[in-house]
């Protein structure tokens, strides 16, 4: 039985729907949460996502979709600092 990498792994999944939407999955939690700023800490990094009218439209213990006009998704190794 083969496992996909992500969940064999633990990545974080991103799914990028042009610059308006993005599909975050295995994520732990939210560390910042601003309308220009969203910061997501990962199992193994930290996210930050940058824009204008950032929301997040929902979250579950899986998933999450971010919203708004994105500039610039940075990923963190954990233990660097991050914000």
């Given amino acids: 039985m083969e496992f996909p990498k992500d969940v ?7 799914r990028l729907f042009g610059n308006r939407e993005a599909l975050i999955e295995n994520y732990k939690g939210l560390l910042l949460y601003t309308s220009e ?22 979250f579950s ?10 500039h610039t998704i940075t990923y963190t190794p954990n233990g660097e600092l991050c914000c």
């Fill in 37 to 58: 700023e969203i910061v997501i800490t990962c199992k193994k990094m930290t996210l930050r996502i940058t824009g204008e009218e950032l929301r997040v439209h929902y």
């Fill in 8 to 14: 064999l792994y633990g990545d974080v999944l991103l």
């Fill in 61 to 70: 213990g899986c998933d999450m979709k971010v919203t708004g006009n994105i």
